[in-house]
């Protein structure tokens, strides 16, 4: 078969993005990854497969943010570990938001091309390929206790099955999620990033890890 029939026989398996980048889902490149589509897709993207309360489902982007603040706030972290928290679920943008049993359920491929594409994404932004193996337990810890939060006040869990399933959030911690339009959730997001690829030095700034 010659290349031109090869071609059209084999199936698409990258995404064009609304920045113009064409991504390689099978090989990401660095150099096709844009924080623009990543916020604008994670702002889109519904935690608990859009199965919470309110008049907007309760973002991929907004978790994101929420992981960070708690992560934050329980741990004693530079920018680079606190942007790590940030993109935490970056490969969301494009391979979506799947609950844990249908993770589970599709096994190591799965894992393997969400891993191929944090790599990629990580590299993009400056960081290492894979987060620390402290630092990614550090990470999952809130983004458990986020879980929680969402899962007792979104997602119609009662505070009994959200202790069973995800344990108790940090002590003294508490706070109240309001899902937010898709729009804000993508600003606020792109403005985070901002701040910590300054402090990071990715982006040029004066004093902007101190954001209060």
């Not at 810890?141 to 009662?158: I, M, N």
């Not at 505070?159 to 399933?165: M, N, Q, T, V």
Request: net charge neutral; proline share 7%.
């Amino acid at each position: 078969m010659s290349g031109a029939a090869r071609a059209k026989t084999e199936p698409r398996a990258w995404q064009r993005m609304l920045s113009g980048r064409r991504l390689d889902l099978l090989n990401p490149s660095p150099l096709d990854i844009e924080l623009s589509d990543i916020a604008h897709g994670l702002a889109r993207v519904a935690r608990w497969n859009g199965q919470t309360n309110g008049d907007h489902a309760f973002s991929v982007a907004q978790h994101s943010l929420v992981v960070e603040a708690i992560f934050r706030q329980q741990n004693r972290c530079n920018a680079d570990e606190c942007l790590m928290a940030l993109l935490h679920d970056a490969p969301e943008y494009v391979i979506g938001d799947m609950i844990s049993p249908f993770k589970a359920a599709l096994g190591v491929n799965y894992k393997a091309f969400e891993a191929r594409l944090e790599g990629a994404i990580h590299l993009r932004f400056g960081l290492p390929p894979k987060n620390p193996v402290e630092i990614k337990t550090l990470i999952k810890k809130a983004d458990v206790a986020c879980a929680y939060f969402e899962a007792t006040q979104l997602a119609g869990f009662s505070k009994k099955e959200g202790l069973s399933l995800f344990g108790s959030p940090p002590p003294g911690y508490d706070l109240i999620i309001d899902p937010l339009p898709a729009p804000v959730a993508q600003q606020r997001y792109l403005e985070r990033y901002r701040v910590l690829a300054e402090a990071v030095g990715l982006m040029p700034a004066a004093d902007a890890w101190h954001t209060e």
